[in-house]
């Protein structure tokens, strides 16, 4: 009992620290650069070639928010005819279920180290499967690294201020 106590007031305090420092991530931010091996991202994630290679033109310009609040990390992606926003992953390594963009059922986790924020997308019922992130501010500017976990292919994403 006393160490359920303990571990539940060790996350509280480790969130509650945490926070100011992802603070910064918060906010409407655009792509405006992407760096690395996106196309073979996709087709490692198994994306039919022809909306490969339209994607790779398109790969400036998306719209994200993300907002830093009650200890989660939760994103809204803002597409051409609609908006998704995924539920929101506590800093506490708690897993919770989710949609990945692709469809596939996930389980996000979100750590923060560093000044980054790394959130683990396991693939629900494909064992080691996996796309998973890094989030971190830097001059004046937001930057998203995604790798298949799998294969090691990805992609670093520059965002900017909208």
């Given at each position: 009992?006393?160490?359920?106590?303990?571990?539940?007031?060790?996350?509280?305090?480790?969130?509650?620290?945490?926070?100011?420092?992802?603070?910064?991530?918060?906010?409407?931010?655009?792509?405006?650069?992407?760096?690395?091996?996106?196309?073979?991202?996709?087709?490692?994630?198994?994306?039919?070639?022809?909306?490969?290679?339209?994607?790779?033109?398109?790969?400036?310009?998306?719209?994200?928010?993300?907002?830093?609040?009650?200890?989660?990390?939760t994103e809204t992606e803002y597409g051409m005819l609609s908006?998704?926003?995924?539920?929101?992953?506590?800093?506490?390594?708690?897993?919770?279920?989710?949609?990945?963009?692709?469809?596939?059922?996930?389980?996000?986790?979100?750590?923060?180290?560093?000044?980054?924020?790394?959130?683990?997308?396991?693939?629900?019922?494909?064992?080691?499967?996996?796309?998973?992130?890094?989030?971190?501010?830097?001059?004046?500017?937001?930057?998203?690294?995604?790798?298949?976990?799998?294969?090691?292919?990805?992609?670093?994403?520059?965002?900017?201020?909208?």
């Amino acid at each position: 009992e006393n160490s359920r106590w303990y571990s539940s007031r060790l996350a509280k305090s480790v969130t509650a620290e945490r926070l100011p420092e992802m603070d910064e991530i918060a906010g409407k931010w655009k792509v405006v650069k992407t760096e690395g091996e996106f196309e073979k991202f996709l087709q490692d994630r198994g994306v039919p070639l022809p909306i490969r290679k339209l994607l790779a033109f398109s790969t400036t310009g998306g719209k994200f928010e993300y907002v830093v609040a009650d200890g989660a990390f939760t994103e809204t992606e803002y597409g051409m005819l609609s908006n998704t926003t995924y539920k929101p992953i506590p800093f506490d390594g708690t897993a919770v279920e989710d949609k990945a963009p692709s469809g596939e059922n996930v389980k996000k986790t979100a750590t923060v180290a560093d000044g980054k924020l790394t959130i683990l997308s396991d693939i629900i019922g494909e064992e080691g499967e996996g796309v998973d992130s890094e989030i971190w501010k830097a001059d004046g500017k937001v930057y998203r690294k995604f790798w298949n976990r799998k294969t090691g292919s990805g992609f670093t994403s520059t965002m900017e201020a909208f």
